[in-house]
């Protein structure tokens, strides 16, 4: 396997740490900060900055390279962040499993969004979301908001 490009651009969030000592630690993967749609595989956008929760996606994230992100799954728990699963696919048992078996049903919790955008679902469960890692950041949240362009997306 080729390694992944991580787009990060704001190196002040306490998360992004976990996240490039794994990367450091794996040896095949790299941090971007171009914003280059053609080159980078996930994107880690900082959110709360007194959030612990880390929301990783599943599809073309997580599916990308399972066994680092089970090593990461562990480093972010190991320091108290609080990793978990948010994706845009429904909550149908046959996900919930496949996402469950992947991960070797590591207890990880799991929000479904059914297809809506996940920074507001998320805020509507009254959660809050730390940092963010996607390959697909329009499902995060819409093109403009502050939140993107913090991040360094202004699209
Ligand atoms: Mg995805």
């Known amino acids: ?8 651009r704001q190196n002040t969030h306490p998360a ?19 914003f280059n749609e053609f080159l980078i595989d996930a ?3 900082a959110d709360s900055l007194t959030s612990r929760v880390i929301a990783i996606d599943f599809d073309n994230t997580i599916t990308a390279d399972i066994d680092f992100y089970l090593d990461l799954i562990d480093a972010y728990r190991n320091q108290e962040w609080e990793p978990v699963v948010c994706t845009l696919r429904d909550a149908m048992a046959d996900n919930l499993n496949e996402i469950h078996e992947k991960l070797h049903d590591s207890g990880i919790r799991i929000y479904t969004t059914d297809g809506k955008r996940k ?13 963010w890692i996607d390959d697909y950041f329009p499902g995060i949240s819409q093109c403009g908001t502050s939140f993107l362009l913090n991040n360094g997306i202004d699209y």
């Not at 396997?1 to 990060?8: A, P």
């Not at 992004?16 to 971007?32: C, D, M, P």
């Not at 920074?119 to 940092?131: D, N």
């Open 43 to 45: 994107y880690v956008l």
């Open 1 to 8: 396997m080729s390694g992944l490009v991580f787009y990060h």
């Open 119 to 131: 920074r507001a679902f998320m805020l509507h469960q009254g959660i809050s979301v730390g940092l």
């Open 16 to 34: 992004f740490n976990v996240l490039q000592n794994a990367i450091h630690i794996n040896g095949e993967h790299q941090v971007s900060r171009e």
